[in-house]
């Protein structure tokens, strides 16, 4: 309801449930004047005095008539030879409280369930996300220092020590894509006591790979294996859809000079350095 003041004029909006009898006038929030409450507002207290009344006195007929009946049930009940219903007769009042009590256990019961729930559910599911995680690294290391030696050389260079470390202590072998690498125009040339080996390794794919080593065989005609040499080259990565050329020297001895010797080129798949 509304209410106006007497000096200034300004309409305030006067909520009935915060007015009682005692409150008798009203201050103005804009000019600090008083005001006498006016009719309607007492006749509304009054009005609502009255329901309340009403209301409570309803409210205990009801009581009274659900306590008679009550009262009249547990006597009958009570005159039965049953031991289930041999009991004391309970109020209303003990009924409803022991309603509420129950509720509340109830409610308390499944407040505390739920907390176990949750903490109980929590733990595997991190557990198994930390597993996944580990397991997706580990499948996916070679792409993962590819990437890193692509994207950040500087930091990559700085920890390589140690990831090498790692890798070895848990015999962990970092592996190359040797599939996406092609191997072409690979000669290798005698020179006195060196032989010297050029060749190109090409990468076919779109992203960055890791760059493998280059093993060497040196097969006489009757299979004896007369030379075998590990071409490490200097870059890390090959970038992708590039190619990267290398030219090394091997120091070779042949005993026999009209031995045929037939030199092989392969890539190794298995790192445990990079």
Not at 1 to 26: A, P
Not at 199 to 219: A, D, E, H, Q, Y
Not at 221 to 234: A, G, M, Q, V
Request: hydrophobic share 40%.
């Amino acid at each position: 309801m509304h209410e106006t003041c007497k000096s200034c004029g300004t309409v305030f909006e006067v909520d009935e449930s915060n007015l009682t009898n005692n409150i008798k006038w009203l201050r103005c929030g804009v000019c600090n004047k008083k005001w006498i409450l006016s009719l309607n507002i007492k006749e509304n207290l009054v009005e609502k005095k009255s329901e309340i009344k009403d209301t409570t006195e309803k409210v205990k007929k009801e009581l009274a008539s659900i306590k008679s009946v009550v009262e009249d049930k547990t006597k009958s009940l009570a005159k039965k030879t049953n031991p289930v219903l041999d009991q004391k007769n309970k109020t209303v009042a003990e009924i409803a409280s022991e309603l509420s009590m129950s509720k509340v256990n109830e409610n308390n019961k499944n407040k505390t369930n739920n907390k176990k729930i949750k903490k109980f559910n929590l733990l595997p599911i991190l557990t198994i996300l930390l597993c996944l995680v580990f397991a997706l690294i580990v499948f996916f290391r070679s792409t993962l220092i590819a990437y890193s030696i692509f994207y950040f050389p500087y930091y990559s260079q700085i920890y390589t020590e140690k990831i090498n470390s790692l890798f070895t202590k848990i015999n962990l072998p970092i592996l190359t894509e040797v599939n996406n690498l092609n191997l072409i125009n690979f000669i290798a040339k005698v020179q006195q006591k060196e032989v010297r080996f050029t060749g190109t390794i090409k990468n076919i794919t779109s992203r960055p790979l890791l760059l493998p080593r280059i093993k060497i065989l040196g097969v006489r005609e009757d299979r004896k294996i007369i030379l075998e040499e590990i071409l490490i080259l200097e870059d890390k990565i090959i970038f992708p859809n590039s190619e990267i050329s290398f030219n090394k020297l091997v120091r070779f001895e042949i005993e026999n000079q009209n031995d045929n010797v037939t030199i092989k080129a392969k890539l190794l798949k298995k790192v445990f350095e990079y």
